[in-house]
Nanobody, 116 residues
Framework: QVQLVESGGGLVQPGGSLRLSCAAS????????MNWYRQAPGKQRELVAA???????NYVDSVKGRFTVSRDNANNAVYLQMNSLKPEDTAVYYC??????????WGKGTLVTVSS
């Protein structure tokens, strides 16, 4: 069983930065793609960034060049560095671990609010 716990959310001014962390208990080293999703009020959850077990990354167009996803397999951790934050980045951010054999785990989320 994998448990995911996000941290690092908070209130930040437009243009500021935050670093989200996702700590995983259990094995995420082998074959899991780690994803960051977000859900803004009144909107559907969307995939923001993904990193495969091999280190390949993908981003939604709206965050390209501003967000960076990384993983530390030795410490079972995933990070999302968010720079040049905009009010439209305001959302609850969720960590997800997905394996193609059908394993799918979610954290409870951390709130990011971008406001002056």
């Amino acid at each position: 069983q994998v448990q995911l716990v996000e941290s690092g959310g908070g209130l930040v001014q437009p243009g500021g930065s935050l670093r989200l962390s996702c700590a995983a208990s259990g094995i995420i080293r082998s074959g899991y793609t780690m994803n960051w999703y977000r859900q803004a009020p009144g909107k559907q959850r969307e995939l923001v960034a993904a990193i495969t077990s091999g280190g390949s990354t993908n981003y939604v167009d709206s965050v390209k060049g501003r967000f960076t996803v990384s993983r530390d397999n030795a410490n079972n951790a995933v990070y999302l560095q968010m720079n040049s934050l905009k009010p439209e980045d305001t959302a609850v951010y969720y960590c997800n671990a997905y394996h193609s054999v059908g394993l799918d785990y979610w954290g409870k989320g951390t709130l990011v609010t971008v406001s002056s």
